[in-house]
């Protein structure tokens, strides 16, 4: 079977990512990514393999002036490419739209663009089918991803009656100068914060409210949820439950993990796991924090925003060109992206009244 043809529109926090996750997929092959500017990023990405592609002739004669190869014109890679995976700053991926409707080519929307530059917005284990054979697809943010796979499977295992979330956001990307950090904390006045209603465009029968607040850090964002079931439950039912949803990890304060300061040097600590690089991908569950009483459940996560939309960009790849059904696009993908290795699942501790329990980092 032929390997589909990718392109990445946009080569920043995002799309050096999925360009990477794509480059690993036994069943795609990626064409080429679109830089604007010859900078150490496009640099990489020339010294990794990828033919780098420019929008316009401006930006040729920028990459010639210092001597970093170009391949061509972006119009010329969307050609050729079977799915465009546009990882254009928020808000510019919809000003390539009639470009890509001209050429009648399948496009990946990130979450930065509102919900109406798609057919359908996506998260994988929620509405992959959704998505099948569609033209247009917007993967949703980091924040509602994470939001929309933990609250998912929750709704499926009990059901929820409605559920209000707090979410501390990161002010900037790690590699972000221009916007943080800030010596401030800065709520998003208007209630509910668009996260939530975002979240419905992919579980629209979860009722959700969210309230964000913007915070000095560029690590992690951490949300806060409280859920009202409609079936009684345990905290032990509910752990059991994150322990087997997929791309969701549980961590705990007991293994040191009191911070996402903490989760992030994890990451480091085992990126050579994953294939060299210190994402995660999973979202961050402390099961420590996991609370029941009568019909509510609180929970606490953390979400690393370079990377856990990074799994649902090579799905929605797959749903779109209808190359197979969810789960076996989700294993496909994550056995491709070491997703699981960071799991310590082998080591067998002795506790002090000789019990062994396992150690599950």
């Not at 040729?60 to 010329?76: N, T």
């Not at 998260?123 to 924040?143: I, L």
Request: proline content about 4%; overall charge positive.
């Amino acid at each position: 079977m032929a390997k589909i043809k990718v392109a990445v529109n946009g080569y920043g926090v995002i799309g050096k990512r999925v360009a990477d996750a794509v480059s690993k997929q036994d069943d795609m092959q990626l064409l080429g990514v679109v830089k604007q500017k010859p900078d150490y990023s496009a640099k990489v990405a020339v010294l990794k393999g990828y033919k780098v592609y420019v929008p316009d002739q401006t930006s040729i004669d920028s990459f010639k002036k210092v001597s970093v190869p170009s391949a061509g014109l972006a119009e010329d890679l969307f050609k050729s490419a079977d799915v465009i995976i546009d990882c254009t700053p928020a808000k510019v991926g919809v000003t390539y739209k009639p470009l890509y409707q001209k050429l009648n080519k399948k496009v990946i929307f990130q979450g930065g663009e509102k919900k109406d530059v798609a057919e359908v917005s996506f998260t994988a284990q929620c509405n992959y089918d959704k998505a099948r054979g569609k033209q247009f697809v917007r993967v949703v943010s980091c924040n509602t991803t994470g939001l929309s796979r933990t609250l998912w499977a929750v709704h499926q295992a009990f059901g929820i009656l409605d559920s209000k979330v707090v979410l501390v956001r990161r002010a900037a990307d790690p590699n972000d100068i221009a916007i943080g950090p800030i010596n401030s904390i800065v709520p998003e006045l208007t209630i509910p914060s668009h996260q939530g209603p975002d979240v419905q465009t992919v579980i629209p029968e979860v009722p959700i409210t969210t309230v964000a607040l913007k915070v000095s850090t560029t690590l992690m964002h951490l949300h806060v949820i409280f859920a009202k079931l409609k079936k009684k439950t345990t905290k032990e039912e509910v752990l059991k439950l994150f322990q087997k949803t997929p791309r969701v990890k549980l961590v705990s304060g007991t293994d040191g993990f009191l911070s996402t300061s903490h989760l992030m040097d994890y990451g480091r600590d085992t990126a050579s796991l994953r294939g060299g690089r210190d994402d995660l991908m999973k979202i961050q569950v402390w099961g420590d924090s996991v609370s029941v009483k009568d019909d509510e459940l609180i929970y606490i996560m953390a979400i690393h925003n370079e990377s856990d939309v990074v799994p649902e960009n090579v799905d929605a790849i797959r749903a779109v060109m209808n190359a197979c059904d969810c789960a076996t696009s989700m294993k496909k993908t994550d056995k491709a992206l070491c997703i699981s290795n960071d799991e310590i699942n082998s080591s067998v501790l002795v506790g002090e009244k000789g019990k062994e329990t396992v150690l599950n980092l």
